[in-house]
């Protein structure tokens, strides 16, 4: 279930093979110098020292004698105001990509009212949160229980703190004890990622486009003076070597990359591109294999090197919804989706569902492409075994050949520790389906890089609404666009249930027609090639349980708003597709988003204000181009100075346009 709670400019300067010249990013060079692992991040986690050096508000949680876990002193917190909500923390000192664990002993007494006492994690970063880890907890009354989490701080993150707490509403007494926090692993040091040929290294024989991986490199103190090695060969099916480069690349902190030049006139076939990366101790640092296909044509459905999907020779803009059961994929409901906006679906019930071939065919009559799902068959999910793979590889055999299909859907939200399982099913797609790309979505954040090889297409879910902000909406696809190097699809998954209907006691806030037209032009804002919206099947109901809270006047209501939201997206796609981009010269902190597309002879400004307030941004117009109408839909602006001040009501958003001309 998808159910989970700034951009980082990526510059990569490639270097030419030939001439061996090398570029990184500015800046000075450092070395990692985190804590080891194994360390305690936690300072008097026992609180046999006092509270210090614990921020905690006045006149709540204290230290106590004589109930502990272990030692002597607790942490004691009594509250009997559901209203009330206090954090006891400490800032942990870790860079993007750390893994850390997460442990602490709770004794509670009378908890209730919602999800009990614990800790959790947070990341910042640019002054915007970055996400968390909020591992759920024991409720009522019970004696000393541990509690443990992983975490993986995401990239951009500035700062991350740990803290104690009550979940919201949650009243009774708590003692806290034995708190740790350690770094489990480390980002590593090389990570190098093939980003040209982007597409499952699929290259058409007329291509002679140079070849580009991206790296980062954090430099290790042990690390002697002197130059990390790079080795590329290139091999035939018969093991002949084709080519072999390589390269010696400064070990400065960054990214940076390398381009290689292929060689001329490969014939149709597979080959294997090997890279090996040396550190300047002379330790092997990464070794990997990326396959090169090339092929006399590409495939009917494929993402192209701008991230966009082409659909039989055109880009097609993925505009989809989940579904529910199978009884979401009956005509009548078919019918009203693809008349509310919509050109995708997506549902849980197919998987394993009867009659797959009978709803890809209904799909297809009523003009809807299907990315289909075999997200749950593996072993250890639901009833699967290890037939897992051979259930998932019979559905692509049966089902890779249907005009409606556009995708297979590999992952929902499933960790790292699920990733050889996911390459064996991405590997199997690859295989056997080389007409339709793979597709997953992901909750933590600060794992998406790991994911580049064993997907064409990546999602996160942030689900903002019911936040004091719909700011994780660009930052979420800001991370996904960051890690995929410009190399994968981005379909992100935005909001249109409302949480109540998932959380006992959360008061209900059904996304409104500004919030979901918000995280939709946020989306696209920061990069989104796609926006499958989660989902239609909870616009049925009102709050939590569900099931007892059906609402069919509620679903027509809402689903007003939803089609007006997509069929508004609909009528700039075309200009989002072209990818004419215009690049404007924005405040570095903007607090509204805003990008620019050409369209035709006017210039498309593309605004979101993420805040549940009035936001301003000033920028200069880009040369050619001026204002006719100062008011346009939510938009107001003025001009002075040089300079456009462009004005939004509380989370507004829409498309502002410009003519050609001077200003």
Excluded at 142 to 156: G, H, M
Excluded at 259 to 272: D, F, K, M, S
Excluded at 309 to 321: D, H, Y
Aim: with cysteine; proline share 6%.
């Amino acid at each position: 279930m998808k159910l989970s709670i700034s951009h980082i400019a990526q510059k990569y300067f490639y270097i030419t093979a030939a001439t061996l010249l090398v570029s990184a990013l500015p800046g000075t060079a450092q070395v990692n110098n985190n804590p080891a692992t194994g360390v305690n991040l936690i300072t008097n986690g026992g609180f046999e020292n006092g509270s210090a050096p614990w921020k905690i508000p006045a006149n709540t949680a204290e230290v106590v004698h004589g109930v502990a876990h272990t030692g002597n002193y607790s942490l004691y917190y009594s509250n009997q105001d559901r209203n009330q909500y206090k954090l006891f923390t400490q800032p942990l000192k870790l860079q993007p990509g750390d893994v850390i664990e997460m442990s602490a002993w709770v004794k509670g007494e009378n908890l209730g009212s919602g999800r009990g006492a614990g800790f959790f994690a947070e990341s910042h970063g640019n002054s915007k949160f970055l996400g968390g880890a909020y591992p759920r907890t024991s409720k009522g009354t019970f004696d000393w229980t541990q509690i443990k989490a992983n975490y993986t701080v995401p990239p951009a993150a500035q700062s991350t703190t740990f803290g104690l707490y009550f979940e919201r509403t949650v009243t009774g007494q708590a003692w806290f004890d034995d708190v740790s926090v350690t770094i489990i692993a480390k980002p590593a040091a090389i990570e190098s990622y093939l980003v040209v040929p982007h597409y499952r290294g699929m290259v058409k024989t007329d291509d002679h486009t140079p070849w580009k991986y991206a790296l980062t490199i954090r430099p290790q103190s042990d690390w002697a003076a002197g130059d990390i090695t790079i080795k590329n060969t290139l091999i035939d099916a018969q093991g002949k070597v084709l080519l072999h480069k390589e390269i010696s690349v400064a070990a400065h902190a960054g990214d940076t990359g390398i381009t290689i030049t292929p060689p001329q006139n490969l014939a149709v076939g597979e080959y294997t591109l090997t890279q090996t990366i040396t550190d300047s101790n002379g330790k092997v640092q990464l070794t990997q294999q990326s396959p090169i296909r090339v092929v006399a044509q590409m495939p009917k459905v494929y993402i192209d090197p701008e991230g966009f999907t082409v659909v039989n020779g055109q880009r097609f803009f993925p505009m989809g919804v989940y579904l529910g059961g199978t009884g979401d994929t009956d005509d009548a409901n078919l019918q009203q989706i693809k008349e509310g906006g919509f050109n995708t679906v997506l549902t849980y019930s197919y998987g394993k569902g009867k009659g797959p071939e009978e709803y890809l065919n209904r799909a297809q009559q009523h003009d809807l492409k299907v990315i289909y799902s075999i997200k749950d068959m593996y072993p250890g999910i639901g009833n699967y075994g290890d037939e897992a793979l051979d259930i998932a590889t019979q559905y692509v055999k049966e089902l890779k050949d249907k005009p409606a299909l556009l995708a297979w859907y590999t992952n929902d939200e499933l960790h790292p520790e699920w990733l050889d399982k996911l390459e064996k099913t991405y590997k199997m797609v690859t295989r056997l389906d080389a007409n339709h790309p793979a597709f997953q979505v992901l909750s933590e954040k600060g794992n998406i890089e790991k994911y580049y090889d064993v997907t064409d297409t990546l999602g996160l879910d942030p689900y903002p609404v019911g936040n004091p902000d719909l700011t994780i909406t660009s930052t979420y696809t800001g991370f996904v666009k960051d890690a995929v190097c410009g190399a994968r699809g981005i379909w992100m998954v935005p909001q249109i249930m409302d949480w109540a209907v998932y959380r006992k006691n959360q008061k209900p806030h059904p996304p409104t027609l500004d919030d979901m037209r918000n995280q939709a032009y946020q989306s696209i804002i920061s990069g989104a090639t796609g926006l499958i919206w989660y989902s239609y099947y909870d616009l049925r109901y009102k709050q939590y349980p569900r099931e007892q809270n059906l609402d069919m006047d509620l679903f027509a209501q809402r689903w007003k708003d939803v089609t007006a939201m997509a069929k508004e997206i609909d009528q700039i796609t075309p200009a989002i597709l072209a990818n004419k981009k215009v690049l404007l010269d924005v405040p570095a902190k903007a607090e509204v988003e805003v990008g620019a597309w050409q369209q035709g002879d006017k210039l498309a400004l593309l605004f979101a204000n993420p805040y549940y307030d009035t936001k301003s941004i000033t920028f200069a117009l880009p040369q050619g181009w001026k204002m006719n109408d100062a008011d346009q839909g939510q938009i107001k602006s003025t001009f002075a100075n040089g300079k456009a001040t462009f004005t939004l009501p509380s989370v507004g958003s829409g498309v502002f346009y410009l003519v050609k001309g001077p200003m």
